[in-house]
Nanobody, 120 residues
Framework: QVQLVESGGGNVQPGGSLRLSCAASGTIYGIYNMEWHRQVPGKQREWVAISTSFGSTQYIDSVRGRFTISRDDGKKTVYLQMNSLQPDDTANYYC??????????????WGQGIQVTVSP
């Protein structure tokens, strides 16, 4: 099986920065899209950013220019550099990978989530 583990969350003041990481382990033949999502209790999970295997990136409007997604395929890891954090960025952040984990099988796998809290 494939497991994703996030790290780097925590508490930060408005205007501060955090860098999230998400590393995959297990039997992996290839990783395609790597994504970050976030969720506030009582609300739907929200897509935040994507890094494709073709090298492109996209962001939700509310984070564009402040957040940067990057990947290291050799380390099976995706990063989310979050700058100029605002209280509205407070959420549980989840990574999601599209993984070829059997020769002819590609599935999406999620991390367990990591809390980011932005407050004075």
């Amino acid at each position: 099986q494939v497991q994703l583990v996030e790290s780097g969350g925590g508490n930060v003041q408005p205007g501060g920065s955090l860098r999230l990481s998400c590393a995959a382990s297990g039997t992996i033949y290839g990783i395609y899209n790597m994504e970050w999502h976030r969720q506030v209790p009582g609300k739907q999970r929200e897509w935040v950013a994507i890094s494709t295997s073709f090298g492109s990136t996209q962001y939700i409007d509310s984070v564009r220019g402040r957040f940067t997604i990057s990947r290291d395929d050799g380390k099976k890891t995706v990063y989310l550099q979050m700058n100029s954090l605002q209280p509205d960025d407070t959420a549980n952040y989840y990574c999601k990978f599209d993984v070829r984990w059997e020769i002819n099988t590609v599935n999406s796998f999620w991390g367990q989530g990591i809390q980011v809290t932005v407050s004075p």
